[in-house]
DNA sequence: GCATGACTTGTACATTAGTACAAGATCTCG
DNA sequence: CGAGATCTTGTACTAATGTACAAGTCATGC
C-alpha cells in the first residue's frame, strides 16, 4: 500500500529547531524524565531516527530543547528589561509581566522543569544559571542590592502559582516587590 | 543453590511505610519521572511484588511517597512554628530554619519535584497545597497579611539555591524577610 | 486440626524504551 | 557525470518497565 515516505528537503538545521522545540512542549506535557524519543520525534512530525541522528543520546536531545526554551526566554527577558526602563511604577509593571508570562502555563511550567533538573544534574546547572542571572540583571537597574530577593519571590510566586494551578494575585506581588526594593 | 529466600515476618504497616520511604529516596535521586517499582523495591529491600501487592498502580506508589514526605514535613513544620513563637528575631530564627532545611539537599529536592508534578497533575495538587498551607499557617502569625509572601521568598529562595547548588545565603533571606513583614 | 483468607516471593508477559543500522535519496565538488 | 559525504526514513534489537499471577507460607477462627 502506501510505501515509504518521499523524502522531505532537506533541512538540518530547520530539523535541529523542529527537534527541540518538540522537546519543549514534551516537557511541558509530561517532565523531562518522561520524555522519549518516540515522544519528541511524534511531535515534531519527524521519524524516529531523525532525533538520534541529529543529538546522539536521549539528554542531549533534552537539553537542546532546554536549551531553546531557555534562549526564548532570553529574548523575552530583553523586552522586560526595556518596558522596565520607562515604566512610572517598576513593581507593578514587573508583577505586570510575571502574570502574562505565566499566562502561558505549559510553556512556564518548562522553566521549572529545567530548575528542579538542575538541582539533580549538574550538566543542567549552566541553563538555570542563565535564566536566574538573567533575571537579577533586568531587576537590578531597579531593585539594586535587592536583584536576588525579588527574583526569589518572584520565581517562588511563579511556582506556588503553577503548582496550584491559582491566578497569579497580582496586587500583592506589586506591593512585595515595592517592600523588597525600598 | 540458594532457593527460596525465607518469609520475613508479616508486617504490612511495616512494608507500607518502608516503601513509601524508598519512593522518597528515589524520588530524590532520579525524580519522579523516573521512579520505578524495580528502583523503590530495591532501594526498600522488598521483592517486586511487594511494590504492586500494596499499591496498585505506580501513580498509587509514588503518591504514597509524596505523602510520607509531607507528612514528615509537617511534624517539621510544628517544631518551625514552636521556635518561631519564642524568637527574638523572628526573621533571623526562620530564615535559620530555612538553612537547616536545605542542608539535607536530597530530601529538600523532593518538595519541589512535588510542586512540578502538581503543576501537571491534578491528583497530586493537594499535597502541593498543604505544604504551602502548612507553611503559611506557621508564617501569618508572624507575617500576617504578608504570610504568602514571604512564603513564596522562601520556596524560591530554596529553589535557586537547590537549582544552582550554592548556600543559602541566611542573612540576605533574613533582611529580606524583614522587609516583607515590616 | 483445618479451612479460609492474608501476606510473601519469584517469575512471566506484553509493551515500550534507547540506540544501532541498512537502504535510499540528495547534495557537493572534482 | 560520478564518487563520496550527508541526510532521510524505516526497521531491528536488546534491555527495562508496568502489571499479572502462581505457588508457597503464615495467621485466625471454627
Redesign the interface.
Known amino acids: 500500500m502506501t510505501g515509504r515516505r518521499p523524502q522531505r528537503p532537506r533541512d538540518p538545521e530547520a530539523r535541529r529547531a523542529a527537534l527541540a522545540a518538540a522537546v519543549v512542549e514534551v516537557v511541558a506535557?509530561?517532565?523531562?524524565?518522561?520524555?522519549t524519543h518516540r515522544a519528541v520525534a511524534a511531535r515534531a512530525g519527524l521519524p524516529l531516527g531523525a532525533t538520534t541522528y541529529y543529538f546522539p543520546t536521549l539528554d542531549d536531545l533534552v537539553a537542546a530543547g532546554l536549551t531553546h526554551a531557555t534562549e526564548a526566554l532570553r529574548t523575552e527577558l530583553d523586552a522586560w528589561s526595556a518596558r522596565l526602563r520607562t515604566a512610572a511604577d517598576p513593581a507593578a509593571a514587573l508583577a505586570g509581566m510575571v502574570a502574562e508570562y505565566l499566562a502561558d502555563?505549559r510553556r512556564a511550567?518548562v522553566e521549572?522543569?529545567?530548575?528542579?533538573?538542575?538541582?539533580?544534574d549538574?550538566a543542567l546547572?549552566p541553563l538555570?544559571?542563565a535564566w536566574?542571572r538573567g533575571l537579577c540583571d533586568v531587576l537590578a537597574p531597579h531593585a539594586g542590592e535587592?536583584a536576588?530577593?525579588v527574583?526569589?519571590?518572584?520565581?517562588?510566586?511563579v511556582?506556588?502559582s503553577?503548582?496550584?494551578?491559582t491566578d497569579l494575585?497580582q496586587a500583592?506581588?506589586a506591593?512585595?516587590i515595592r517592600?523588597?526594593m525600598?
Do not use: H, K, N
Open positions: 506535557e509530561v517532565g523531562i524524565g518522561r520524555t502555563r511550567r521549572y522543569e529545567l530548575y528542579v533538573a538542575a538541582a539533580r549538574p546547572r538555570a544559571e536566574l535587592a536576588r530577593d527574583a526569589a519571590l518572584v520565581d517562588g510566586a511556582l506556588q503553577l503548582a496550584m494551578d494575585d500583592a506581588l506591593a512585595a517592600r523588597l525600598a
